[in-house]
C-alpha cells in the first residue's frame, strides 16, 4: 500500500501561488509551434512573451477607444465657441442637449428631404439673437430677431 503524498505546503508557497495565478490555455498546433520557436528565438520564457503581449493589447486597445471616442465625439457633439472667452463649449448632459435641441427647433432646422418633399419652409425667418446686458455686462434676457413674410421685424425673448 502506498502512502498518501502530503499536500502541505508551506506559508510562503501559499502565498507565492496566490500572487501568481496558474494560466492554462490551448493552443492549435500551429500556434504552439510558433510559440515553441519564439521562445527558443528569443530566450524568453512563455510568461515573458505572455506579459509582453499583454503589455501590447492594453496600449493598442486604449488607443482604440481613444480613437472612437474622438470619431465619434467630431461626429455627434455639439460645441459652440463662448462669447466671453473664445473657448470650446460642448453641450453635455440631458438638459443641455434638450436646450440645444429647443434653439435648434426654435430656429427652424428641419430634415433636408422634408423641406424638399413639402416645399415647406418657416413663415417667420430668424434674423439674429443678442442678449440685453445690465449695467455690469451681465446677461439679463436674450432675444431673437426674426422677419414676417411681409419683411417687418420683431423680437422674442427666450
Not at 519564439?38 to 486604449?62: H, P
Not at 439673437?129 to 420683431?154: C, E, F, H, W
Amino acid at each position: 500500500m502506498q502512502k498518501a503524498m502530503s499536500t502541505n505546503k508551506p506559508p510562503s508557497r501559499l502565498r507565492y501561488e496566490a500572487s501568481h495565478p496558474t494560466v492554462t490555455v490551448r493552443l492549435s498546433a500551429e500556434v504552439h509551434k510558433r510559440l515553441l520557436k519564439l521562445r527558443q528565438t528569443t530566450g524568453k520564457s512563455v510568461a515573458d512573451i505572455l506579459r509582453e503581449a499583454v503589455g501590447v493589447q492594453e496600449a493598442s486597445a486604449g488607443s482604440a477607444y481613444d480613437r472612437g471616442y474622438q470619431a465619434a465625439k467630431a461626429l455627434y457633439a455639439i460645441t459652440w465657441k463662448c462669447r466671453v472667452c473664445d473657448k470650446d463649449i460642448t453641450a453635455a448632459g440631458e438638459k443641455a442637449k434638450k436646450l440645444v435641441g429647443g434653439h435648434l427647433a426654435e430656429l427652424g432646422w428641419a430634415h433636408s428631404e422634408c423641406v424638399r418633399k413639402t416645399g415647406q419652409v418657416r413663415k417667420d425667418s430668424i434674423l439674429g439673437a443678442y442678449s440685453v446686458l445690465d449695467p455690469s455686462g451681465v446677461p439679463t434676457k436674450n432675444m431673437i430677431v426674426r422677419q414676417r413674410p411681409d419683411g417687418t421685424t420683431y423680437s422674442t425673448q427666450v
